[in-house]
């Protein structure tokens, strides 16, 4: 029992820790999960298209008045 309860903790820690771009797919999901992994709020989010692929940048204000940009794949696939 205790090594399970310990397995889950570990595996909670791992989820926790891996970048915005392993779960997001929409730019509001997207915006969403990098505003709250950098405790920070959106100013403002917009897809970037470049050939095949497209890349949601998303500018953040954190809690120190820094304006960080942080670009995310977007892993959805459009049928066309």
């Known amino acids: 029992m205790r ?3 310990l397995k ?3 595996l909670a820690l791992l989820v926790s820790l891996m970048p ?3 779960f997001a797919v929409k730019l509001e ?3 969403k999960q990098a505003a709250r992994q950098n405790d ?5 989010a917009r897809t970037i298209k470049q ?7 998303i ?3 954190t809690k120190k008045g820094v304006v960080k940009t942080v670009r995310v794949p977007d892993k959805s ?3 066309k």
């Open 8 to 10: 889950i903790v570990c």
């Open 51 to 57: 050939g095949n692929s497209q890349t949601h940048e």
């Open 20 to 22: 915005v771009s392993a």
């Open 59 to 61: 500018k953040l204000l």
């Open 77 to 79: 696939k459009k049928k």
């Open 3 to 5: 090594q399970r309860r």
């Open 40 to 44: 920070a709020k959106v100013l403002s």
């Open 29 to 31: 999901e997207a915006a």
